[in-house]
C-alpha cells in the first residue's frame, strides 16, 4: 500500500509543479483583482497527503500572482488553508489542490476550491487508494 500512495503522491506532485509555474514580467497597479482563496478536504479517510499551491511569501504584493509555491502537508480531514492573492491581465493564477489517501477499506476524499466564498472547483473520489484534485485559473474577469 505505502508503493501504491508513493506513486500517486509522486504523480501528483508532479501536476501541481507544472501548473505552479508562472510568467514572469512587470505589471502596474491597474488592473489588478484581489482573491480570497479557500482549500478544503473533507472525506472519511484517517490521514491524507496534502499537495497545493499558495502564493508566494517571498515577492511584492502586487506580484503575488508570479508563479505559486507548491507546497505540501500531511494531515487528518478535514483540513482548509485560506490565502489572498492579486492577479493581473498578464498573469493569472492557477490554484490546485489535491489529496492522496490510503485505508484499508473503501473510503471517499473530496477536494474543493472556494473563491471569495463561491465553489468554482471540486473532485470526489472513493477507494483504497485515491488521489482527488480541483484546480482552477483565477483571472482579472473573474
Known sequence: MADV???LVSILFCCIAVASCGSSGSTG???NRRYTVRY????SF??????Y???RDDVA??????????RSDTGSLPWSLTYDVTVTALHPFNTQVGAVCSAS???TVTTTI???GDEVATQTQSGQNVSAQAGFELTVGG
Open 29 to 31: 497597479p491597474s488592473g
Open 40 to 43: 478544503d478536504v473533507s472525506g
Open 5 to 7: 500512495r508513493g506513486r
Open 61 to 70: 504584493p502586487d506580484q503575488e500572482n508570479l508563479g505559486g509555491d507548491s
Open 53 to 55: 499551491i499558495t502564493r
Open 105 to 107: 477499506g473503501s473510503e
Open 46 to 51: 484517517s490521514d491524507c497527503t496534502f499537495f
Open 114 to 116: 472556494m473563491v471569495d
